[in-house]
T-cell receptor, first 114, second 110 residues
Framework: DGGITQSPKYLFRKEGQNVTLSCEQNLNHDAMYWYRQDPGQGLRLIYYSQIVNDFQKGDIAEGYSVSREKKESFPLTVTSAQKNPTAFYLC?????????????FGSGTQLSVL | EDQVTQSPEALRLQEGESSSLNCSYTVSGLRGLFWYRQDPGKGPEFLFTLYSAGEEKEKERLKATLTKKESFLHITAPKPEDSATYLCAVKSGGSYIPTFGRGTSLIVHP
């Protein structure tokens, strides 16, 4: 079945540590996104990528980094510069050039600070 | 700047008690309005896309409608399994990046 796979489901970060969240899709979508969700908040865009080897900052990119070396993969690194990383992280993909503009989401990664 | 406001923030219903969720939006040229359902600890799941005022879409007990300023998600005779957070998002102009509202948390009591 086609879909988006995020791993791990739960992740713990020690102070000063960088951690990487995985996102893989087999939907053949060009666009991929990373969102952060805090309790009672909407989805806030961290980074997005329209095509391979290209990505843009979203509204809250500080303290995060991404890469898009393959169409299927869009990993997110939470760096030590992100002082409040505890949140639910969601990866999504879409195919905006094909008239179907809805987002497909992964199951999320809950990141907590030890 | 696109803005999306959802109300109420939380809604408690008895099983069978119909109600509506509201999504008010401000955009420069609507390309699409989207409704998603999100269960606790999971990613949102797509429900509907609405493109123009007057459009309506239905799925089981859910019906989404759209005007030039807002969208409603009507829930008819809800069941406990309809309990979830419902998210609204809009896309505007030449951007394919959606703007999300904060969601409405719905709890349906048996």
């Amino acid at each position: 079945d086609g879909g988006i796979t995020q791993s791990p489901k739960y992740l713990f970060r020690k102070e000063g540590q960088n951690v990487t969240l995985s996102c893989e899709q087999n939907l053949n979508h060009d666009a991929m996104y990373w969102y952060r969700q805090d309790p009672g908040q909407g989805l806030r865009l961290i980074y997005y990528s329209q095509i391979v080897n290209d990505f843009q900052k979203g509204d809250i990119a500080e303290g995060y980094s991404v890469s898009r070396e393959k169409k299927e993969s869009f990993p997110l690194t939470v760096t030590s510069a992100q002082k409040n990383p505890t949140a639910f992280y969601l990866c999504a993909s879409s195919s905006p050039g094909q008239g179907d503009e809805k987002l497909f989401f992964g199951s999320g990664t809950q990141l907590s600070v030890l | 700047e696109d803005q999306v406001t959802q109300s109420p923030e939380a809604l408690r219903l008895q099983e069978g008690e119909s109600s509506s969720l509201n999504c008010s939006y401000t955009v420069s040229g609507l390309r699409g309005l989207f409704w998603y359902r999100q269960d606790p600890g999971k990613g949102p799941e797509f429900l509907f896309t609405l493109y123009s005022a007057g459009e309506e879409k239905e799925k089981e007990r859910l019906k989404a409608t759209l005007t030039k300023k807002e969208s409603f998600l009507h829930i008819t005779a809800p069941k406990p399994e309809d309990s979830a957070t419902y998210l609204c998002a809009v896309k505007s102009g030449g951007s394919y990046i959606p703007t999300f509202g904060r969601g409405t948390s719905l709890i349906v009591h048996p």
